[in-house]
């Protein structure tokens, strides 16, 4: 997606957002004054109420309804990002986004998995600016869109080097009450921030948790999270707990790709002198 589709893309979302919200207040509106018409008025003048409150509650109905084929799309998108299939995937959730509907459920949800897939391409800039419009939104009943939106938000923010940026969003999530599964997606985020800005006691506090944490990630991110927190024992001279780390990274998955892809951070982890020397067994 072009810089400028995008755009257009975040205006029209936006501009369709505003509408929902005002057209959901109008008919609440109308609703009220129509009931209360009714109570007021005469036989005759009560039967023509009801019928336009009739064919209003039909065109809201209908609305409804393309918002249940929007939520359907969104689905069927989110369906296609996790068989890997990301380009259809964001094809179905770009018509998701872009028809109106009074329900805001279905947008936002597309809205967050688009957020998900410009990650998923390492597309930071696009993603960035999705999840800020995103967090811009009344979120209301899916406000726990929120937490992976900002989780998203600060991990592209420290991909494009902005640590200062990312710093508000990380130190937010690190104040909230996460799920385990934010925690642990949060995990390689925050050790990322703290070594980023410096914070090395910070990230090597609580080893030993953080290390039981990591052991539920999948390999590749059990390892970078491992590596991590090698490279931040290493700054605070911790060589036993380094060495423990490393070798544990190693084991879970090929490091090599882990450590060039997080470079500069991880550029002072020697793994040569680790497979050259004989294991010795160590806890952090």
């Known amino acids: 997606m072009t810089r400028q589709g995008l755009s257009e893309l975040l205006a029209r979302f936006r501009r369709q957002m505003l509408a929902a919200r005002l ?4 008919l609440g509106a109308v609703l009220l004054g129509g009931f209360i018409a009714c109570y007021q008025a005469d036989h005759t003048t009560r039967y023509w109420i009801l019928a336009v409150l009739a064919v209003v509650c039909g065109l809201w109905i209908a609305l409804a309804l393309r918002g249940l084929k ?3 799309r969104a689905r069927i998108g989110t369906a296609l990002l996790a068989a890997g299939r990301i380009d259809e995937g964001c094809t179905v959730l770009a018509q998701a986004w872009k028809g109106f509907t009074p329900l805001h459920g279905p947008k936002i949800l597309a809205c967050h998995q688009l957020a998900i897939a410009a990650h998923l391409t390492q597309s930071y800039p696009e993603a960035v600016a999705i999840c800020r419009e995103l967090l811009n939104q009344r979120l209301g009943e899916v406000s726990s869109v929120a937490t992976g939106a900002r989780l998203i938000l600060a991990d592209c923010l420290l991909g494009l080097d902005d640590a200062q940026a990312a710093g508000p969003v990380v130190e937010a999530l690190g104040r909230a009450e996460l799920s385990l599964a934010d925690r642990l997606t949060f995990l390689p985020i925050e050790l990322h921030y ?3 800005t410096g914070r090395e006691a910070q990230a090597v506090r ?3 948790e953080k290390v ?7 390999s590749s991110a059990a390892a970078l999270v491992h590596a991590l927190l090698a490279e931040g024992c290493r700054r605070m001279n911790l060589t036993c707990q380094r060495d423990f780390l490393l070798r544990r990274a190693m084991l879970l998955a090929d490091v090599e790709p882990i450590l060039a892809r997080h470079r500069p951070i991880l550029e002072g982890l020697d793994v040569e002198s680790i497979r050259q020397a004989e294991p010795e067994p160590g806890n952090p």
């Not at 039981?212 to 999948?218: I, T």
């Open 23 to 26: 057209l959901r207040w109008a």
């Open 70 to 72: 929007a939520l359907k």
């Open 194 to 196: 703290h070594l980023v």
């Open 206 to 208: 609580s080893l030993p």
């Open 212 to 218: 039981r944490l990591a052991e539920l990630l999948d």
